[in-house]
């Protein structure tokens, strides 16, 4: 079985510049609990999810450092604090999603799918077609309902 058999094929996404909130609701309203993010021309530029968006809500901590003679020696890059920092306050979308964004092709095997998503410790897949746009997307609950089918018992 391929993917483009059991994904879902009706895709909610979010574009880049569309605010944390409105994602949110999205997300609420749908019962989803992660969407792809587009641009303009609806090519796919990262994932948010529902962990992207309660990260927010926890408290920032600042990089860990040593005080030594009055200074400060960073034990993590201050780079990386900012970038978490920008995570942890971002208004937008493209603050706080995931831009690396692991992808599957819709002609895929539905079991290299499922091995995907367990070696990546990920819950959904956006799909793509051989031309890089985005078709659907593939989730947990996709490949259960393939591998359990109601009415099996």
Known sequence: MLVKDIMTKEV????????????????????????????????????????????????????????????????????????????????FVQDVMTDEVITINENATVEEAATLMVEKKIKRLPVLNDNKELVGIISRKDIMNYLFPRGSE
């Open 12 to 91: 909610y996404t979010v574009k880049v510049d569309d605010t944390v909130e409105t994602c949110a609701k999205l997300l609420t309203d749908k019962n989803l609990s992660g969407a792809p993010v587009v641009d303009d021309d609806g090519n796919l530029k990262g994932i948010v999810t529902e962990g992207d968006l309660i990260r927010r809500g926890t408290n920032i901590k600042g990089p860990k450092a040593i005080e030594i003679l009055g200074g400060l020696i960073y034990l993590d890059t201050p780079k990386k604090f900012f970038e978490e920092l920008k995570k942890d306050l971002g208004i």
